[in-house]
């Protein structure tokens, strides 16, 4: 859970300073990217909440340990919307020229990428010298290869602001973020079988065994 944690947190960090330094990289510097201007708008649309809440957490975190607020409900509500209104407004929008076999391509080179992630996230942390237990692994293949609406639309919104076709290449996040959630469905019992798996036969290794009679 701490690793989850952390990689979500890191994650927002590292994509205020990545994203730019993608587009810088693919684009060009001759090209018309407002680097400074992205980098700030993400940085008070990711960072800035962050901090906030954690200073306010320090005030409140003994009336929260009373309260108990549902906040597992309140973020799911929170994140159905977005995925709701992002829907809505890609669709709705007569200019994103989506054909259905573009849209069925589009669908299957998502789940295979989500896939072939997921595969070589699990065979470099399982290997013998990667020093990961069955637990790490499992954080790993999920927080390294998912990504979130709420992160996504709002750094394509800020990066692309003015584009007229921010809702045809929208539709890849929004195609994506679902894809992980089914994934994660289906394969969440197997996985979890597997480290089960392993964590016992980890504990039957560091037995100590018992002494031999003669």
Known sequence: QAAAIFNSAFGSFLGIVITPLLLLLFLGSSSSVPFTSIFSQ????????????????????????????????????????IIYTTFCDTFANPNIDLDKFSLI????????????????????????????????TVAIIFCSTHKSLTLGIPMLKIVFAGYEHLS??????????????LLGSLLVPTIKSWMVSRQKALKL????KAPVKV
Not at 67 to 73: D, E, Q, S, T
């Open 205 to 208: 290794t560091r037995q100590p």
């Open 42 to 81: 993400l940085f008070m649309t990711v960072v800035v909440p962050l901090i906030i809440g954690q200073i306010v957490r320090r005030y409140i975190k003994d009336w929260l340990e009373r309260k108990k607020p549902p906040f597992g409900a309140i973020s799911s509500c929170v994140l159905l919307m």
């Open 105 to 136: 391509i589009i669908v299957f080179i998502i789940f295979s990428v989500q896939l072939s992630f997921m595969f070589l996230t699990f065979l470099f942390s399982t290997r013998n010298n990667s020093g990961f237990t069955a637990a790490d």
């Open 168 to 181: 045809l290449i929208s539709v890849p996040l929004l195609i994506y973020h679902p894809a992980q959630i």
